[in-house]
C-alpha cells in the first residue's frame, strides 16, 4: 500500500474519536466530502471497511481498530521527525539564512513528498532516485525543492558523489521509514484479521541464534499452521543489524545483548544466559590431554571473535589474550563457516558457545577443551524498537523464542 496523504491519516483518526465526519472534517480543515473521499480511498487501497456507517455515528470496526492504532503511530513518528530537522536545522550555524524552519511541517506532507526523500536517501543522486520512482529527473527536482520550501528547511546538498542528504534531512527520512513501516504492520494486522496471512517477518539473526534456537522457533511456527508468515532472516555485523532495526528494515533482533543498551531507542529483552568455551577441532593436539590450562593454549593460533561484540571483548578484557606479547591471535573472524573450515585445516583455538558448535560436536568435529573460564556468561536475548507493536503473526514467533528462552535457562550448565 502507498504512503496516504498525511491529513488523509489524521482524517480517519478524528473520524475515528468524534464518530462524526463534519467533526473531523473541521478538525483537519477539510471538506465533508473530502473526508470522505479520504476514508474511501484508504478502504480500498486496504481491502478492508474501516467503519460501520450508523444512524448515530461513524464506529470502527475491527479493521479501523488496527488501522487508527497504526495511523495514529504514522502521525506522531513524522511529527517527531519534523520537529527534530527543525530543531538540527534551528542549532545548525550551515543552515544559517535558509528562512525560519517549520516544525509542525508534518501534517502538509504528501506521499510524493516522502516518496522522494526516501528515494533520495537511497540513491543519492536525482536521476537513480527518478529511475527507482519512474518519474521523470525534473519531478523529483520540484519535489524536492516543494519540500525543503514547506519546512524552511534544507535537506538535500551536493556531493562530490551526487546529492546526500544533510542532517535534518536524515532525521525526517527515519522517521518517514518507521511510519511506513507501521504502515506496512496494519496491512499484516488487517489481512491477518481477514483470515488472510499476509505477514512477512524479517529477524536480524546473530550467530548464535542461527546455529539451533532461532531454525527451532521457525520450524515451529511453520508446522503449527498451513497459513503461516514468510519469515526473512538478515544476517550480518551487528552495527549493520542495529541500523536496519533502527530504520525499520528489519523487525527485531535475536542474539548476543550488548551492555549497555546501544542506542536510546531500541529496548533489549533477555532470554537465557550462555557461557563460552574455548573451542578447537577433535584432532586438536589438547585434546584428550588429562589437564589442560590457558597458557596451553597460547602455543597454537587463536581466531579471535571480533573487538565489539560480547565474546570479543570477553577475549580482549577477561583474559587478555589479543593483547599478549606476540598475540596467538591470528585471525578475526565471527563466521562459524569460516571458524570450521580452518579448524578443518589446522590446530586453531577460538571462543565461543558450546550451542553454537552443537551440530560440529555431535558430528564429531569440534569440541571444548575443559579449561574453566570466569565470569563467562553472555545474555542471549531481543533487541526491539521502542513503541513497536508486533502482528499477531510476528507475537507467536516471539511467543516461541521466549518459550525455547526459558527451557534453556532452565537447562544445568552440565549438560552444555
Known sequence: MDFPNIRHLQAVVETARLRRVALAADMVHLSQPAVTHAIAKIEKNLG???????????????????????????????????????????????????????????GALTPVHLRTLLAMATAGNYSQAARALGVSQPSVHRAAKDLQRLAGIRFFESNRRGVALTLPGELLARQARLAAAELQQAVYEIAEAQGREATRITVGAMPLARTAILPQAIDDVIGASPGAPQIRTVEGPYPDLLRALRFGEIDFMIGAMRQPSPADDVEQEPLFDDPLSVVVSKSHPLVGRPSVSLDDTLQYPWIAPPLATPAGSYLSETLKIPSL??????????????????????????????????????????????????????????????????????????????EIGATLSEEPLSKI
Open 48 to 106: 478492508a471497511k474501516l467503519f460501520d456507517r450508523r444512524p448515530d455515528g461513524m464506529f470502527c470496526t475491527r479493521a479501523g481498530q488496527l488501522f487508527r492504532r497504526r495511523a495514529e503511530r504514522m502521525i506522531d513518528l513524522l511529527q517527531e521527525g519534523a520537529a527534530e530537522a527543525a530543531r538540527r536545522a534551528g542549532r545548525d550555524e550551515k543552515f544559517a539564512g535558509e528562512g525560519a524552519a517549520r516544525k509542525d511541517f508534518h
Open 325 to 402: 606479547p606476540g598475540t596467538p591471535v591470528k585471525i578475526v573472524s565471527s563466521s562459524l563457516v569460516m571458524v570450521r573450515g580452518l579448524m578443518m585445516r589446522g590446530d586453531y583455538i577460538t571462543i565461543m558457545s558450546r550451542r553454537q558448535i552443537a551440530l560440529e560436536e555431535e558430528s564429531g568435529v569440534l569440541t571444548t577443551l575443559p579449561i574453566p573460564l570466569e565470569n563467562n556468561e553472555r545474555s542471549i536475548g531481543l533487541t526491539f524498537r521502542k513503541g513497536w507493536h508486533p502482528t499477531p503473526a510476528q507475537g507467536r514467533l516471539i511467543t516461541r523464542l521466549r
